[in-house]
Structure formats: structure tokens, C-alpha cells
Nanobody, 117 residues
Framework: QVQLVESGGGLVQAGGSLRLSCAASGIIFSINAMGWYRQTPGKQRELVAVISSGGITNYADSAKGRFTISRDNAKNTVYLQMDSLKPEDTAVYYC???????????WGQGTQVTVSS
């Protein structure tokens, strides 16, 4: 069974940085694209960043230039480096396997990011 364990969230001031990690198990990590999503109450989960199995990255417009997604296949871990954080970045952040035929709609516990103004 797949496990996605997000960590690294916290409370930071606007302009600060956080580095989120997602450790994955139960999948062949290296062949799967991985994504970071975020959600606030009453809103749909939105894609923040995605990285393909080959390392190609894409970002939401809101994240472009501030966030960097990366992966370490040896550690089965995907990261989201978040710089220049804004209050509107406040959300629960989840990693996901968007292209997986079984687990594309599986979500872990998420990690809370709160950015104060």
C-alpha cells in the first residue's frame, strides 16, 4: 500500500522560507511523476508544482519564481523549496502521484504551512 508522508511545514513570517519533504513508499518512485498540491478549507486542492520522472518541472503561476520542486530518487523523496513566502501561501500542502493509475487520488496527511503577514 502506498504511503506518502509530508513534513517540513510550519509557521513563518512573510518573506521567509520552508522546505517541504514527501517520503513515498509502496510505489516505484523513480518512474512516477510527483506533485505538490495545497488546500485551504472550502477550496479545491490546487496544483502547486509537478516534477516528471525525468526531472521536468512545472509550476502554478503563483509559485513560479518562488518555489522549486526537486526529487531524490535514492531517497524516494520529493521536495518543495518555498522562498519569499506570502500569506496567501497558507494552506495544507500535500504530495501526490498524479499519473499513477491506482494512487493518483491518494492523499497523505499533509503538512500545514502558515505564513503570517
Amino acid at each position: 500500500q502506498v504511503q506518502l508522508v509530508e513534513s517540513g511545514g510550519g509557521l513563518v513570517q512573510a518573506g521567509g522560507s520552508l522546505r517541504l519533504s514527501c517520503a513515498a513508499s509502496g510505489i516505484i518512485f523513480s518512474i512516477n511523476a510527483m506533485g505538490w498540491y495545497r488546500q485551504t478549507p472550502g477550496k479545491q486542492r490546487e496544483l502547486v508544482a509537478v516534477i516528471s520522472s525525468g526531472g521536468i518541472t512545472n509550476y502554478a503561476d503563483s509559485a513560479k519564481g518562488r518555489f522549486t520542486i526537486s526529487r531524490d530518487n535514492a531517497k524516494n523523496t520529493v521536495y518543495l523549496q518555498m522562498d519569499s513566502l506570502k500569506p496567501e501561501d497558507t494552506a495544507v500542502y500535500y504530495c501526490n502521484i498524479p499519473g499513477h493509475p491506482i494512487y493518483r487520488n491518494y492523499w497523505g496527511q499533509g503538512t500545514q504551512v502558515t505564513v503570517s503577514s
